[in-house]
């Protein structure tokens, strides 16, 4: 490659050898693009069920993740190839959709690549491929709702929720803590849950943590925790019956513009000047007094002699607390945020049942925890762990075992894992091609193939013999039409994964179909590559 420039002095680059370079069109581009595609699910394959590896990513400034959550991972790669990219939006539009298997929708898009390449090789059109997938898909979705099963559940019964949330975190790096979590995820769920609309805000429950701890020092707080102290280390530490002043306006005397200054040359001004400030503050205080605040949060910061007054006029105070805690405490205590000090009045005053300040440790991180709120829909999940990326981890699990919960409040059928639903689908599909006299039947029983590179992959990353258990499972299924056998990945004894309590939703299952031959087709139908510098 060689810089030159024209008569008019602009600079434009010469490439060696670039008559002898082709662009990729018709089959080349096509299999281009799926190998393309296949590298990507290779990466994620063994990451893929509860025995699965998990991968470690350097960003280019040095931070190191641990994950092994799909969307995370290819979310943190440095992905150029194009092709790349749409694997990397099909496991995000999972995880926005859904939030959980986003793992499984790339590992079963790099299969149905993996088998579309096979049937070019052997000349079939990519359109009929594209069509042979389409009815597939839609054969696999339907078999999914006839052996989906429904359960019902409301605030005593909690269980088939907790024992799906655990089928979610089986796959995780905090796998051991399972039940615990499951619990209070489900927990944090209904306590923001509309189950009347069949509905749930997330963004009502902050997930929070803090390094130190172990694990299980995890806990659920019906109310909100603040990353902040109290502005002077002799306010109290805690305070019952709370009503709470929520301020946007900082306590400051108002400052001049910017173009003005102020002349102090005698010691009598600088004392008036002094008086006047201290009389602002006063005057602030005495507001917040009078509607009858017992605690002060403040968006922004106040200076020491405003601290100071605060501490002497018995006025418990935080300060730098962020817009959006901010907006969630006047969720949870029922209190509304003041712009103005004149507008302040006891109405808009939050209530908490108690806020008090927690130290951790021998350092001196401190917390504030709001809790027994007038409105307790805003909840707070409190994370411990020995490192950041542990935190990290968890608070990506805990966001899928979240959308797991919220996923089965807004439609209750649940499909068994372990592989066994895509197993049913892979039978369903295979024993429909035969009605299909077209091409198209070809890539009908190339979908099913494909359905089962899930239950491989479980198989081979526990361990096991995959085409060995794979073949049993299948003929257990087919011989005792029961589509609830699958891989027994922890190696508990059965096959069946009713008796193992290993649940998933529904529509997460059939959200993964369907993503993922989407995407395919869309790869399929691409037979020309143009790079930037050919238009």
């Not at 699965?52 to 969307?71: C, E, F, H, T």
């Amino acid at each position: 490659m060689a810089l030159a420039f024209d008569e008019y002095g602009r600079p434009f680059i010469i490439l060696r050898e670039q008559e002898s370079k082709n662009r990729l069109r018709g089959l080349d581009a096509q299999k281009a693009n799926i190998s393309a595609g296949k590298a990507v699910a290779r990466i994620l394959r063994t990451s893929l069920g509860p025995k699965g590896m998990d991968k470690m990513l350097q960003s280019p400034d040095g931070d190191v993740i641990i994950s092994n959550d799909g969307a995370t991972i290819l979310e943190q790669m440095d992905v150029d190839n194009q092709i790349a990219k749409l694997m990397v939006e099909l496991s995000r539009s999972q995880d926005y959709e859904i939030g959980d298997g986003t793992t499984g929708v790339v590992v079963l898009a790099g299969s149905l690549l993996e088998q579309a390449e096979r049937l070019l090789e052997r000349g079939i059109h990519p359109i009929r491929i594209a069509e042979g997938y389409e009815m597939a898909s839609r054969i696999a979705v339907e078999n999914l709702e006839k052996i989906a099963n429904k359960f019902e559940f409301g605030e005593t019964i909690l269980e088939p929720l907790i024992q799906t949330c655990m089928t979610t975190l089986s796959s995780k790096i905090v796998n051991r803590c399972k039940r615990s979590l499951a619990e209070i995820a489900v927990k944090a769920v209904l306590a923001v849950a509309d189950l009347e609309r069949k509905d749930v805000n997330l963004d009502l429950i902050k997930v929070e943590g803090k390094v130190g701890g172990k694990l299980e020092d995890t806990e659920l707080v019906y109310g909100i925790i603040v990353d902040k102290d109290m502005s002077h280390p002799q306010m109290p530490k805690q305070i019952e019956d709370a009503k709470i002043a929520i301020l946007t306006c900082p306590f400051e005397p108002p400052k001049p513009k910017t173009k003005h200054k102020v002349d102090i040359d005698t010691v009598e001004k600088f004392q008036t000047l002094r008086k006047q400030e201290q009389k602002y503050f006063d005057d602030m205080v005495q507001q917040c007094k009078d509607v009858g605040a017992t605690l002060v949060i403040c968006q922004w910061g106040f200076d020491d002699e405003a601290n100071h007054l605060l501490m002497h006029r018995n006025l418990p105070a935080v300060r730098w607390v962020g817009g959006v805690e901010l907006e969630l405490i006047a969720i949870a205590t029922g209190g509304r945020i003041v712009p103005r000090f004149q507008e302040l009045t006891a109405e808009k005053l939050g209530k908490a049942g108690i806020v008090r300040e927690k130290a951790f440790g021998t350092t001196k991180d401190r917390m504030l925890y709001i809790e027994h709120c007038a409105n307790s829909r805003a909840v707070t999940i409190f994370i411990r762990g020995g490192n950041k990326m542990i935190i990290e981890e968890t608070k990506r699990s805990i966001h899928d075992a979240l959308c797991v919960a919220r996923n089965l409040i807004r439609n209750n059928s649940i499909v068994y894992g372990g592989g066994s639903a895509e197993i049913a689908c892979s039978i369903a599909v295979e024993a429909a091609a035969d009605r299909y006299p077209g091409v198209e039947q070809y890539a009908i029983r190339a979908f099913g193939d494909a359905l089962e590179s899930i239950p491989m992959a479980l198989a081979e990353n526990s361990g096991l013999q995959p085409i060995e258990t794979l073949s049993s499972v299948k003929s257990q299924q087919i011989t005792e039409k029961n589509p609830h056998f699958g891989i027994d990945c922890n190696d508990v004894g059965t096959n069946d994964m009713r008796e193992q309590n290993v649940f998933e939703t529904l529509i997460g299952k059939q959200q993964q179909i369907l993503l993922a031959t989407q995407v395919v087709k869309m790869i399929l139908k691409i037979d020309d590559v143009i790079s930037p510098s050919e238009y």
